[in-house]
């Protein structure tokens, strides 16, 4: 197994803290089938891929993939970057990533930074060649409200604020119906988002509805596929959470 970034510097009480979802995103990303599809798809390709991680929280998915680069994608030729609606979360971010980095001397790629976004929109249509996304996927009733006076660009010396600190971890869970108001923004824009060779991992439990979300992406065109990739095993029958990779097959 590969080293899990050190994230001890995090946050937790305003940054969603990793758990077995994200656990989950990294083992699918370093299985063996994975790295097949990353090596086929990227190894040898020009220009160097482009993953982007939509909610970063802690960092440690798109730091493992940035420390892990030549084992996951055969080549240290990768650029990753990191979008979070948190400011704190792309703080914590970009020092999960330097730790990993100097760990990992020899294997990672290009680090492009984190930034403040929704999902993906600091991205320019048609960029991302691997998205991932560890959404928030649990159904409540109402999506989270946003604190007045919060602020645009909290400064991490700020005195901690309850409601405040208290919005942005729902952010990080609050799915609202279905727990896909969320996810169903983002799997809308993949066909604009994602470059023609790009393919997005998300991850999915079972209120989400997966199959149904398999289908979706499926009725985009003849050429895109669905297909579930991780899973955290079973529950009553159904899987509990599951990893789906979303791509255009260009041999169709």
Wanted: net charge negative; hydrophobic share 35%; aromatic share 8%.
């Amino acid at each position: 197994m590969l080293p899990t970034p050190d994230t001890s510097h995090v946050p937790y009480e305003r940054v969603y803290e990793p758990s077995e979802d994200s656990f989950l995103l990294l083992d699918t990303l370093s299985s063996e089938p994975e790295r097949r599809f990353l090596h086929r798809e990227f190894a040898r390709a020009a220009p160097p891929p482009l993953v982007v991680e939509v909610g970063t929280g802690s960092g440690v998915v798109v730091a493992f993939v940035h420390a892990h680069a030549r084992t996951i994608f055969g080549t240290r030729r990768v650029l990753a970057a990191g979008v979070d609606v948190n400011a704190h979360a792309c703080r914590a971010t970009a020092g999960t990533v330097a730790k990993a980095q100097a760990h990992h001397g020899q294997t990672h790629g290009v680090f492009l930074g984190s930034c403040v976004g929704d999902l993906a929109a600091p991205w320019r249509d048609g960029s991302i060649d691997v998205l991932v996304f560890n959404p928030p996927y649990v159904p409540t009733p109402d999506m989270p409200s946003r604190p007045e006076g919060f602020p645009d660009d909290p400064s991490p010396t700020q005195k901690p604020s309850f409601d405040d600190d208290s919005y942005l971890l729902a952010l990080s869970y609050a799915g609202g119906m279905d727990g896909m108001e969320t996810t169903d923004r983002l799997i809308g824009s993949l066909p604009q988002i994602l470059s023609p060779r790009g393919c997005a991992y998300i991850l999915l439990c079972a209120q989400n509805k997966p199959e149904d979300v398999k289908r979706r992406v499926r009725g985009f065109g003849p050429q895109w596929r669905a297909l579930t990739v991780g899973s955290s095993g079973k529950t009553a029958g159904w899987e509990k959470l599951q990893v789906v990779r979303m791509w255009r097959d260009a041999v169709s």
